[in-house]
């Protein structure tokens, strides 16, 4: 008798993002990979792509993807030809009326199925996995931002959201949240539903690698904002921070606000105001950059930003940590319970305070030592001994 779990992870988000720059939640479905392949047991990987479904085995996930769960090199492409690769290697695929059938004719029995990305999360699907014989349906759900703060939102997003997430209600056997107030909004929002499938609360991690490090050089103190530029972020409120800070400061001791993510939704006023923003503003906006670069720029910082107005977790502030990077952050519920007292905690209704902090986190310039890792904070092998024992 074989003991070893089969599991069948939903790689759909990470083939959505072939070429792009990859995002919180996007880094999880990849931590996910990289583990789950190096895991016993039997793996399967399934994707949706234009065409139907495409169902992976572990070699094929290994063809496909690199030992760290990324596209090899060559395949920094369009999502086309990264669909034409996994095609390359599938064992089965299926339009998608025929979803069912496919996974009955190739998958043994008690197969746990996991989905961490918010993608594919569809009736088809869930209820397709659900019938076979002997499976479990585990979901990670990041946040339920969405429904709590529509404000924040693309207007026909939210109804989709709400959908998906009542489907997750109805046919997850267990909910991963990564925090305690995701799992609270989500008990919250299921028990409105009238299914509360079983939680299990375990905390993301960052794949920061301080000892791997290389460390951005700048002439002058710099600070970090990271995420997309999407209004509960609240870029705003740091653009109008150095507003304040160049009343106060000459061009030369002002130091720099680097703005690392790509430009969102729904934020066309500070859209307008970084399209008018001059050489001598202090405010340099990066765009998307890779995850070496993005350690590198906080490896250097003065400290990172986050004057986010609500999170589900938080994995920029877990990264900084790392890194030994000093914090300044709203003071959100969830990063006390992951972060603790490592941060410096500031309402962002009191932008005077804001920058009196970062002029004195300018001036005392840290020094961080990748030997000295907070033992605080959380791991991925913390978060995989939670889970793997119940998937």
Not at 216 to 228: C, I, K, Q, S
Not at 236 to 250: N, T
Request: glycine letters at 6%; one cysteine or more; aromatic letters at 8%.
């Amino acid at each position: 008798m074989n003991d070893q779990p089969v599991r069948l992870l939903d790689v759909t988000r990470l083939l959505s993002r072939a070429g792009r720059g990859l995002t919180g939640v996007d880094r999880v479905e990849r931590a996910y990979l990289r583990r789950l392949l190096a895991e016993p047991g039997t793996l399967y990987l399934l994707a949706r792509t234009s065409r139907g479904y495409l169902l992976m085995d572990r070699e094929g996930g290994r063809a496909v993807f690199d030992d760290d769960g990324e596209w090899p090199s060559d395949a920094m492409m369009s999502k086309r030809a990264a669909e034409a690769r996994m095609r390359s290697v599938a064992i089965a695929r299926c339009l998608p009326f025929f979803l069912m059938r496919m996974l009955d004719a190739n998958l043994p029995q008690g197969v746990n199925y996991l989905n961490v990305g918010h993608s594919n999360l569809t009736d088809r699907v869930l209820w397709a996995v659900s019938q076979l014989p002997s499976s479990r349906v585990a979901v990670m759900v990041h946040d339920m931002i969405p429904l709590d703060f529509p404000q924040f939102q693309r207007a026909e997003t939210v109804e989709k959201f709400r959908k998906k997430m009542q489907l997750v209600s109805q046919y997850a056997d267990l909910v991963i949240c990564n925090s305690m107030e995701t799992r609270r909004a989500v008990a919250r929002y299921f028990e409105e539903w009238g299914r509360q499938p079983k939680t299990l609360v375990a905390h993301l991690a960052s794949d920061a690698a301080p000892e791997k490090l290389r460390s951005e050089t700048r002439d002058r103190p710099y600070f970090v904002a990271l995420g997309t530029i999407e209004p509960r972020k609240n870029h705003g409120f740091l653009l109008d921070v150095w507003d304040a800070l160049r009343k106060e400061f000459a061009p030369q001791d002002l130091p720099d606000l680097c703005i690392v993510g790509r430009r969102g939704w729904n934020n066309e006023e500070v859209f307008r105001r970084l399209d008018m923003l001059g050489p001598q503003s202090g405010v340099i906006e990066m765009g998307s950059l890779g995850d070496s670069d993005v350690q590198a720029l906080l490896s250097g910082a003065s400290g990172l930003l986050a004057p986010s107005l609500a999170e589900g977790f938080g994995l920029p502030l877990l990264e900084a940590a790392m890194l030994g990077t000093p914090i300044l952050a709203n003071d959100l519920p969830v990063y006390h319970e992951f972060l603790q007292d490592i941060p410096v905690y500031a309402s962002v209704n009191d932008r005077y305070l804001w920058a009196r902090t970062i002029i004195r986190m300018a001036v005392v310039r840290h020094a961080s030592d990748p030997n000295e890792m907070d033992p605080r904070l959380p791991s991925w092998d913390e978060h995989f001994n939670r889970v793997l024992k119940v998937t």
